[in-house]
């Protein structure tokens, strides 16, 4: 069984840094990416950014660019969050999928339980 477990979220203000980790389990797991994809309160479940396993290439939703930046080492991925907005308060899932380029939740084969990320205004 495969299990993907996060941690890392907190409460911030507004600016500050937080960096996400997520670690991937289970004699079975292999994903050609890793991504997060984030929840804001009544929102739908919306992309943050992915990684390809092999190449280690990067993409990113418009509305982080330049502010996050994702990577893995092992079986790690972690998100590193700066210059964080109120706008960025939300759950956060680790994702894992067996396609090079995720970007909606059905591209997503694996799914972490989420960590809550809450900036104070």
């Known amino acids: 069984q495969v299990q993907l477990v996060e941690s890392g979220g907190g409460l911030v203000q507004a600016g500050d840094s937080l960096r996400l980790s997520c670690a991937a389990s289970?004699?079975?797991?292999?994903?050609?990416?890793m991504g997060w994809f984030r929840q804001p309160p009544g929102k739908e479940r919306e992309f943050v950014a992915s990684?390809?396993?092999?190449?280690?290439r990067t993409y990113y939703a418009d509305s982080v660019k330049g502010r996050f930046t994702i990577s893995r080492a092992k079986n790690t991925v972690y998100l590193q969050m700066n210059s964080l907005k109120p706008e960025d308060t939300a759950v956060y899932y680790c994702?894992?999928?067996?396609?090079?380029?995720?970007?909606?939740?059905?591209?997503?084969?694996?799914w972490g339980e989420g960590t809550l990320v809450t900036l104070s205004s």
């Open positions: 289970g004699r079975s797991f292999s994903a050609v990416s």
């Open positions: 994702a894992g999928a067996q396609k090079v380029r995720i970007g909606a939740p059905d591209d997503i084969d694996y």
């Open positions: 990684i390809s396993w092999v190449g280690g």
